[in-house]
């Protein structure tokens, strides 16, 4: 499995797994001058690039604090 990490100026962040089987991508927005929140989407792509699965989520300030504590709980992050 091959991981890459991508950033742009815009506010967006990719987060890429290339397996045999196909990429998965973890794709993070930020909304310029709206720091209060953040889009998340999840794609799944087969090995000839057709878009298995995609999901978005959005989630305001205080949901992202508590998504962040939850996963310090969890051991995921420092």
């Known amino acids: 499995m091959q991981t890459t990490f991508?950033?742009?100026d815009s506010g967006?962040?990719?987060?890429?797994n290339?397996?045999?089987a196909g990429i998965e991508k973890l794709v993070?927005?930020?909304?310029?001058g709206n720091d209060s929140m953040v889009d998340l989407q999840i794609r799944e792509e087969g090995p000839d690039a057709t878009q298995l699965v995609s999901s978005t989520i959005s989630i305001h300030q205080e949901?992202?604090?508590?998504?962040?504590e939850w996963l310090r709980n969890q051991g995921a992050v420092d």
Do not use: F, W
Request: positive net charge; charged residues 5%.
């Open 63 to 68: 949901g992202l604090q508590k998504l962040v």
């Open 6 to 8: 991508n950033a742009s």
């Open 12 to 16: 967006q962040a990719v987060i890429q």
């Open 28 to 32: 993070v927005n930020l909304h310029p």
């Open 18 to 20: 290339t397996t045999a």
